[in-house]
Structures are given as C-alpha cells and as structure tokens.
C-alpha cells in the first residue's frame, strides 16, 4: 500500500484555483521530490496533505489515515520544515526541541537523548542553550530539520528546507537524510527550486504548474521525455521560461503552525 495517495485534489481560494484535480502516489520509504515554479501549488498541497488546509474537493490518505477526519492520526505519522520559518524565537534551540517532543508525547528519557542527537547532527550543540532570535537563517533552518525528526515521523516533508544553507550543510543535510532513509525507511517528501538538487537526490519526481501536474517519474525519465541533458532543461521544457508570481492563496506559516499545534496545545 502507499504511503500517500491523492485523488483528484482541488483546492480554490474565492475565484481562484490554486490545485486543479491533482492525482498522485508516494510508495513507502521513497524520496519524493514535488516541483515546480513558484504558484504552481506545491505549497498548498502540502497544506492540504498536513492538515492545515481543507481542500475544496478530492480524497488524500497518509498512512492509511484521512488528514480531515483522523487529523491527530496523520500529525503524529510526519515530521515537516516549512518553507518560511516557524520556530518560536523567544525559546532557545532546547526549549524548541523539548517544545516540539512533549507536544507530540516523546517519552521523557527518549526525548533527552533524541534532542542532543539531533542538535549534534545539525551542529548546534553548542548554541543549545541560546535563543533562536540571535540565530542566523541557516542556523534556523538547521534547527527546524531537527524538529521535524524529533518524533521518529514515518514521512518527512520538506518544502524548500535547503533554501539559505551553505553547500557544505546541503550536503551533509542529505547524506544525513539519505542515511536515515535507509536505515529507517523514512518516507521524503520534498519540494526544491535547486534542481540538481532533485536529480541527486530523489528517487521519483512530479512536476506541478498552474495547479496540474505536468509529468512524473524518475530524474532520468523526465530527462528522456524532454530531450533534455540535466533536470532544469527538462523543467523549463515542462513549465515555461516565464518568471511566476508567488503561490495563490499563500498563508502565513507560523500562523499556521500555531494553528496545528493549537497554540501550544497539540489538537
């Protein structure tokens, strides 16, 4: 069975149709890259799968469980990086992490070390104890990867969470992640506007624009239907040269954030 499974997924905002009948699949334990340029609903899709969206119509499982009528269900199964930032800049990089695992029922004894693992990896240990507000933009992007692990999640989405990282931390994010993968058979789900990135990385590939999806396979099959020699050829063949505005229907992820968490209060 698959681990994601979109029907038909439409998504309007007033006048405005930010997905339009969307259909897809993801297998367990697969790398799953979402392209496309910016508001070809990407994000809202992702909204939509994670709960913090109803869609206007359509039917979605994660897991096996519907993100409208077993919400609790499908939170507790993903981890996820927002494409803005979400963290509260008023805890440190600890409280953040400790936040996010009691909200989520991480047993005290697990949650420690699984904390300190984590800032380890993202090399943040030793700013462990500062308040995120004094942190850079990568260093935060760093720290909201190692939330979105924290609970051990079966899927991990990732919209756009290399966006402000060195190459050195790209790399060692995704060796970490590839690891991981492996090991555990975590499902990824991400959303990237470098696309060597994607060619690298994932194991299968959609392509949205204007709500629709416009091909799907792996990095080498798209390659192949477009003539093209690299991935960005052959997404500029898929989607246009056009420069897009931003996604419709955009909403402030830390509003939302907030909102799945109920303000403290995982629902």
């Known amino acids: 069975m698959n681990i994601i499974e979109v029907?038909?997924?439409?998504?309007?905002?007033?006048?405005?149709v930010a997905v339009r009948g969307v259909s897809f699949s993801v297998k367990p334990g697969e790398i799953f890259a979402f392209l496309g340029p910016n508001g070809a609903g990407k994000s809202t899709t992702i909204k939509m799968l994670t709960t913090l969206l109803r869609p206007t119509s359509g039917e979605m499982l994660l897991g096996?469980?519907?993100?409208?009528?077993?919400?609790?269900?499908?939170?507790?199964?993903?981890?996820i990086v927002f494409q803005d930032p979400s963290l509260d800049d008023e805890l440190t990089?600890?409280?953040?992490?400790?936040?996010?695992?009691v909200l989520y029922d991480v047993p005290k004894y697990i949650r420690r070390d699984r904390i300190h693992e984590l800032l380890q990896f993202v090399d943040l240990h030793d700013r462990r104890d500062d308040f995120v507000k004094t942190?850079?933009?990568?260093?935060?992007r760093r720290l909201e990867i190692a939330r979105g692990l924290l609970h051990?999640?079966?899927?991990?989405?990732?919209?756009?969470?290399?966006?402000?990282?060195?190459?050195?931390?790209?790399?060692?994010?995704?060796?970490?992640?590839?690891?991981?993968?492996?090991?555990?058979?975590?499902?990824?789900?991400?959303?990237?506007?470098?696309?060597?990135?994607?060619?690298?990385?994932?194991?299968?590939?959609?392509?949205?624009?204007?709500?629709?999806?416009?091909?799907?396979?792996?990095?080498?099959?798209?390659k192949?239907?477009?003539?093209?020699?690299?991935?960005?050829?052959?997404?500029?063949?898929?989607?246009?040269?056009?420069?897009?505005?931003?996604?419709?229907?955009?909403?402030?992820?830390?509003?939302m954030a907030r909102r799945m968490w109920g303000g403290g209060k995982r629902r």
């Open 7 to 16: 029907n038909n997924l439409v998504k309007e905002f007033g006048d405005t």
């Open 64 to 79: 096996g469980h519907n993100p409208l009528t077993e919400s609790d269900a499908v939170r507790h199964s993903f981890g």
């Open 93 to 101: 990089a600890y409280e953040n992490l400790e936040l996010h695992g």
């Open 135 to 140: 942190f850079s933009g990568g260093m935060k």
């Open 152 to 222: 051990h999640p079966k899927i991990l989405f990732l919209d756009e969470p290399t966006l402000g990282l060195d190459p050195q931390t790209r790399n060692h994010m995704w060796s970490y992640l590839k690891d991981l993968n492996a090991k555990e058979g975590i499902t990824i789900f991400f959303t990237t506007h470098y696309m060597e990135e994607a060619d690298r990385i994932a194991q299968r590939i959609a392509v949205i624009d204007h709500g629709k999806i416009v091909a799907s396979g792996t990095p080498a099959e798209l």
């Open 224 to 255: 192949s239907q477009t003539n093209a020699s690299n991935l960005e050829e052959a997404f500029l063949e898929l989607t246009g040269k056009n420069i897009r505005n931003e996604e419709a229907g955009s909403i402030d992820n830390m509003r």
